[in-house]
């Protein structure tokens, strides 16, 4: 059977590949594709948050991606209903793309399957779904799943696109992760903003409101820092900080402080990089507060930063961040990130001191 693609479908051998990311981290995304293995072929054309790819090397080197949610193993079947897949040809494709992604962890790892398709209570699918299931050794999920499949159609409507996710969890999901606040911060939104920071071993690093510590743990985990501070004035939030941190197995290379972003105990001009995922005055905070707290916080953060360093910041309040930093000369402003956060469109402020 002719494996089919769509009009973007990268040149080249391979498998074909589905890379879902948050929206507005395509750039970045793309070019961690490209450090991980040089042999990923990556697709033309792309739609907001998805990245297609061919790659012909171990599937186990994406398993490493730091900015992708999920990675899918995509392959076209040109019939017409979903019926035809049950046809021993079709069903012994999609048990071995099932088994591909199987053997790429432990034994255990998978333990339900979960079939994601318009429809997929219908006779047809919920047959496929036990077949499959019973052919792998799982059972059905009732929600989700360990191996989850996705079914749909493509584009030019003639046929059908059968995914696989590659892991049993999606790449977004820390393992790190014992404890979660409201409103934490996604983990490859974190790892992009420290990206962004251009990090180096040298730094003294600062994030302020750490929360439950993703900002300071992803970048702990890209490499050493001199100094490595996060810090927050509410204790839960410090503790939550603490078991995440001892779960990811960088405590001692952490500081934790009850320290205020608007009054820092640090002498002027003493950090390198500033990070922070401010209030967005929805789950946590409020607009009115917001109007004294961030003025207070870039006040105190220019103080604190170098000559030439960075800080990065998250806000939902974007006319307000853009309204203080265009009156605020000493930080140089580059161009906003607009990403999506399930719904939630705030962006990523890149700024470097003067």
Not at 90 to 98: K, T
Not at 223 to 248: F, H, M, S, V, Y
Not at 262 to 281: E, K, N, Q
Not at 295 to 313: F, N
Request: aromatic share 4%.
């Amino acid at each position: 059977m002719k494996d089919k693609g769509y009009a973007s479908r990268p040149d080249g051998p391979g498998r074909r590949l589905e890379i879902v990311v948050a929206e507005g981290l395509e750039p970045l995304a793309r070019r961690e594709l490209r450090q991980i293995d040089r042999a990923i072929r990556l697709a033309g054309d792309e739609r907001p948050g998805v990245i297609g790819a061919s790659y012909a090397g171990d599937l186990r080197a994406l398993l490493r991606l730091r900015l992708a949610a999920s990675v899918y193993l995509v392959r076209h079947f040109a019939v017409p209903r979903p019926r035809a897949l049950l046809g021993d040809e079709h069903l012994r494709l999609a048990l071995a793309d099932c088994q591909t992604v199987l053997r790429l962890h432990p034994q255990g790892a998978f333990r339900t399957l979960f079939l994601s398709a318009a429809g997929a209570d219908s006779a047809v699918l919920r047959r496929l779904k036990t077949e499959l299931a019973h052919r792998l050794g799982l059972t059905v999920g009732v929600d989700d799943g360990d191996l989850l499949l996705r079914l749909r159609r493509d584009e030019a409507q003639t046929g059908w696109e059968w995914l696989v996710r590659i892991s049993p969890r999606p790449l977004a999901t820390r393992p790190w992760r014992v404890c979660n606040l409201e409103g934490a911060l996604n983990g490859p939104v974190a790892y992009a903003m420290n990206l962004l920071t251009a990090p180096a071993a040298g730094d003294v690093y600062l994030n302020i409101g750490c929360g439950s510590g993703t900002l300071l743990i992803e970048r702990l985990l890209m490499g050493p820092a001199k100094r490595a501070i996060g810090c927050d004035t509410d204790p839960q939030a410090l503790a939550c900080t603490r078991a995440n941190l001892e779960a990811a197995g960088v405590s001692e290379r952490a500081e934790v402080q009850p320290w205020d972003a608007r009054s820092l105990p640090l002498p002027a001009a003493a950090v390198d990089v500033i990070t922070g995922d401010l209030p967005f005055g929805h789950l946590v905070g409020s607009h009115a507060h917001n109007l004294e707290l961030y003025p207070a916080l870039l006040a105190e953060a220019a103080r604190v930063a170098r000559p030439g360093a960075r800080c990065v910041l998250l806000s939902h309040e974007v006319r307000l961040l853009e309204r203080l930093l265009s009156g605020a000369p000493v930080w140089r402003v580059e161009p906003p990130i607009r990403v999506d956060l399930g719904g939630l469109y705030p962006r990523i402020f890149v700024l470097r001191r003067e």
